[in-house]
Nanobody, 121 residues
């Protein structure tokens, strides 16, 4: 079982910064990929950033150069440092863990409850 708990969301002015944290507990494997998604009201949930256990990262084009994802494997925690925030970054941010099983079975995804980020202009 896996549990994900996000923290660090809040209200910030445009140009400001926030750091989101997500603590994973339960059974965590080294192959697990961690990431952040976000969903604004009435819009599709989208990938913001992801990071593998080896440190390989992937970012949405809209956040490249502004957001940085990192992880502390010893603490089973993933972070999202968000700088130069824009009003369009306003959304509920969700921590995600994806477990790959290769050809054995489809990947399994776990989700946190989300944390709200609101950026005012």
């Amino acid at each position: 079982q896996v549990q994900l708990v996000e923290s660090g969301g809040g209200l910030v002015q445009a140009g400001g910064s926030l750091r989101l944290s997500c603590a994973a507990s339960g059974t965590i494997f080294s192959i697990d990929t961690l990431g952040w998604h976000r969903q604004a009201p009435g819009k599709q949930r989208e990938l913001v950033a992801s990071i593998t256990s080896s440190g390989s990262t992937n970012y949405a084009d809209s956040v490249k150069g502004r957001f940085t994802i990192s992880r502390d494997n010893a603490k089973n925690t993933v972070y999202l440092q968000m700088n130069s925030l824009k009003p369009e970054d306003t959304a509920a941010y969700y921590c995600n863990l994806e477990r790959q099983y290769g050809s054995s079975r489809p990947p399994r995804a776990y989700w946190g409850q989300g944390t709200q980020v609101t950026v005012s202009s």
